[in-house]
């Protein structure tokens, strides 16, 4: 992928549209793309709704908007910053278009959600401190720098988890998101054994190659990880989901030793009276999500 960045500007009424997703009220995304570059975004759809023809990953367009002049009208709301960006690109150290939110919405009763990959999100603890019940999610898939370099140009992993440690001291509830697992790569527990002194919950997502990346996901692993092609294809182009149900009865179990809350699918902000974090499984998202439209 070329390392050139295309950067644009566009004005929008608003920053803050109606949310399709099942946890918020409202999306806020102060940039259109992401300069992350991962490599299995389920986001790169939007690509076609932009105008670019350059590559998903290599282009940003910064959003300027009306200042917002009635922030209480979205009191108790569910606000989520990111939803098809990561507000916190490296591009938002000079455009501070997410501060620029933060700022306006002062005053606010609104349920705020951030999710990042970026360790940037500091730099505004200031802000966020200043809302009823905040909660930054971190992506944090592989405890492996090399695999993480192939597959996102986001900051590292420890910068991540050293972010997650700092605003859970600072009395903000956070979330690591180990998503997208990648089957026999991703180090779930692993994962769960480093966070989980500092994070309040933990949800679970599996890879899903049913974007345009999936044949670059394949091709990948064919490369990278030869053993591994044979799974792969059972579970991508067989849509057996064997290996799914196996890592959920493990994960149950590994739950179960360590007394800790686990859901299947159930909404993603439970809290266990104990402090504990709490695991949520999403392995199974889809098929209810389309069991439902049916119904």
């Keep these: 992928m070329s390392d050139t960045l295309h950067l644009g500007q566009v004005k929008v009424k608003t920053v803050l549209t109606k949310s399709n997703l099942p946890i918020a009220g409202y999306s806020v995304n102060p940039y259109i793309g992401c300069t992350h570059a991962c490599g299995y975004c ?6 076609r709704f932009t105008g670019h023809e350059e590559p998903w990953g290599t282009f940003l367009d910064v ?11 979205y009191n108790n709301s569910t606000v989520i910053v990111g939803s098809v960006t990561d507000a916190y690109n490296p591009q938002e150290e000079q455009f501070r278009r997410t501060r620029a939110f933060l700022e306006e919405m002062q005053g606010s009763k609104i349920n705020l959600i951030i999710t990042t990959k970026s360790d940037l999100v500091l730099r505004d603890l200031d802000l966020i401190k200043t809302f009823p019940s905040p909660l930054v999610s971190w992506s944090v898939n592989t405890l492996d720098e090399a695999f993480k370099e192939d597959m996102d140009k986001a900051v590292s992993i420890e910068r991540r988890i050293a972010a997650m440690k700092k605003c859970h001291e600072e009395g903000i509830r956070t979330t690591c998101f180990i998503s997208p697992i990648f089957p026999e790569i991703t180090e779930v527990f692993e994962i769960i054994e480093r966070i989980g002194d500092f994070c309040d919950y933990i949800w679970l997502e599996n890879l899903n190659l049913r974007g345009g990346f999936k044949a670059e996901i394949m091709q990948y692993i064919s490369e990278k990880y030869p053993h591994l092609l044979p799974l792969y294809q059972q579970i991508y182009n067989k849509n057996d989901m064997t290996y799914w149900k196996i890592l959920d009865q493990k994960v149950a179990e590994y739950a179960e030793s360590k007394g800790l809350l686990y859901v299947v699918d159930q909404e993603p902000f439970l809290r266990d009276p104990t402090g504990k974090p709490v695991i949520i499984n999403y392995f199974y998202h889809a098929q209810i999500r389309q069991s439902a439209k049916k119904r």
């Design 42 to 47: 389920y986001a790169c759809f939007m690509k």
């Design 63 to 73: 959003k300027y908007w009306e200042k917002i002049k009635n922030p209480e009208k």
